[in-house]
């Protein structure tokens, strides 16, 4: 029974993801003043991709992409959708942490073995970039796992919905949900922090040896990370809540990330890796000081 | 390295090459003309017109085209302009790059009779003796507006599956081959930065 949930969350993950992603080109379209293209275009792209043909650049190359559309598939499996939970006692913050890695190692292992410099200057930048983001984010979760005694994301969910809306972490938080929140871009890698995949420069990072079906199935990989990161957000700061609820603040926060994508510019990877490591880092240790220290902010 | 090696490398589906279509060819064919990506590599003079075309007064985005960085992900090669030999050395890479299906787009009356470079001994005359081109774009240099019309014609031209130009250069090879040792001496090596 869990594997069917599991199975149908992938699915409605998958086609609310997707149909999201050609909304949000909708909506950076607007803010250009342009039409922009229907809102099923990010699905025409995907299929698209996956009939045309490819070409290996041997086994590391195959075995990567299928391991971090595979990992990335399995890390979505364990995290709270909604109050759809498929592995009952099993979603914890941890072990989607350490399966995420995994989804990017594959990615990271696949590109190296394209042989392509540029993909070797992409992998670089996209891991230095993860040792910037990750560390703030970690600091605020650790603090708020501390408090609660919990690391189960449904359950830090869930002591969020006790004191209604003004229970939320967002607001109970503030510091940590700014911190999050820059984190979230970093983790999406949007634009003020895109510089793993930078067209200008590296010709697309990473991704600069794929095309056809092996592309195809990283643009499948980079929409359930965007599941999972952008539902550890909502689990985390905006209180979760039912299917309905979930889906609802899903959009919100997406539409917020892509406004802010849409109006700015790209930081260079020391900037990049400097901006984390000042300013949310200094955030995210006050917001885990007053957490752990007066207990502010907890929900009891 | 034979001329059949270069091609072997790249894997082609084998109903694709058919002239009968079928079921599945159709859809597949949907998807591909509404999702067409260009290479972001422009030659020539007739690059100045992309800009325009590609941001919000033409807004080539309506159409599911985008720009993108690299051969690989690419479907539309514009060749926009004059090719000088040198150039085409490196639209041939270039081409051979990318997956297939894979369509070319000439630009401007260049690459159809050499334009005003017709007697220009660095520059090449007719582009579809070195490349199959599936559809010409006329003018010197063709208007944004003419530029989106193109692309709504390969786009229908993609859907019917007329636009058969990569398999043209598949099956005639040797010919295209021919010609491009003519005009260049070698076409494939391997190491270009350093010929």
């Known amino acids: 029974m869990s594997y069917l949930i599991a199975f149908s969350i992938i699915i409605i993950g998958f086609l609310w993801q997707v149909s999201l992603d ?23 792209d995907i299929f698209k991709t996956l009939s045309k043909s490819s070409i290996s650049h041997g086994f590391i190359y195959d075995f990567g992409v ?9 890390t979505l499996m364990f995290l709270p959708f909604g109050n759809i939970v498929a592995f009952e006692g099993l979603d914890n913050f941890f072990v989607i942490v350490y399966l995420l ?5 594959g990615m990271a292992m696949s590109a190296s073995g394209s042989g392509n410099a540029w993909a070797g200057i992409g992998i670089m930048r996209a891991l230095t970039q993860m040792l910037a983001y990750e560390v703030p984010f970690m600091i605020v979760v650790f603090g708020m796992i501390h408090a609660y005694g919990t690391s189960s994301l449904s359950e830090l969910a869930h002591v969020q919905q006790m004191n209604g809306i003004l ?17 979230l871009l970093g983790m999406l890698t949007k634009v003020p922090f895109d510089t793993p995949i ?21 643009i499948l990989q980079h929409e359930f990370a965007t599941l999972v990161e952008v539902g550890l957000f909502v689990n985390l700061f905006l209180g979760g809540g039912n299917l309905l609820e979930y889906l609802i603040k899903y959009f919100l926060v997406y539409t917020l990330v892509t406004l802010i994508y849409s109006v700015s510019a790209r930081f260079r990877v020391e900037n990049v890796v400097t901006y984390f490591y000042r300013v949310p880092i200094i955030l995210s240790l006050v917001q885990t000081a007053i957490v752990i220290f007066t207990g502010l902010g907890v929900n009891v | 390295m034979s001329n059949k090696d270069q091609i072997k490398e790249i894997n082609v589906f084998e109903e694709d090459l058919n002239d009968t279509i079928t079921f599945w060819e159709k859809i597949r064919n949907i998807f591909r003309g509404k999702s067409l990506w260009m290479l972001h590599y422009c030659t020539g003079c007739g690059a100045v017109e992309l800009p325009p075309t590609m941001t919000a007064r033409f807004d080539m985005e309506r159409l599911g085209m985008g720009p993108m960085a690299t051969p690989r ?18 639209v041939i890479y270039t081409y051979e790059q990318m997956m ?24 090449i005359n007719r582009l579809d003796y070195y490349l199959p081109v599936d559809l010409y774009v006329a003018g010197c240099m063709p208007r944004p507006e003419a530029i989106m019309n193109t692309f709504k014609t390969l786009e229908n031209m ?34 270009e930065f350093h010929e």
């Open chain 1, 101 to 105: 890695a995994v989804g990017s190692l």
């Open chain 1, 167 to 183: 229970g939320w972490h967002i607001f109970t938080m503030p510091l940590g949900a700014i911190v999050a929140f820059i984190s």
């Open chain 1, 22 to 44: 050609g909304v949000q080109r909708k909506v950076t379209a607007k803010v250009h003043r342009r039409v922009g293209p229907p809102w099923y275009q990010a699905f025409m």
């Open chain 1, 198 to 218: 930078a067209p200008a420069e590296i010709a697309s990072g990473p991704m600069v040896e794929y095309g056809g079906k092996h592309f195809g199935m990283l």
């Open chain 1, 66 to 74: 299928m391991m971090a559309l595979g990992g990335t598939i399995a």
């Open chain 2, 100 to 123: 297939f299906p894979k369509y070319l787009v000439g630009f401007g009356s260049c690459t159809i009779n050499g334009g005003i470079y017709y007697d220009s001994y660095a520059v």
């Open chain 2, 158 to 191: 993609i859907t019917k599956g007329e636009a058969n130009g990569w398999k043209k250069y598949v099956e005639n090879y040797e010919w295209y081959r021919e010609n491009q040792i003519r005009s260049l001496g070698e076409v494939y090596v391997k190491d």
């Open chain 2, 73 to 90: 992900q690419a479907d539309v090669l514009l060749v926009t302009g004059y090719l000088s030999v040198k150039t085409l050395r490196r």
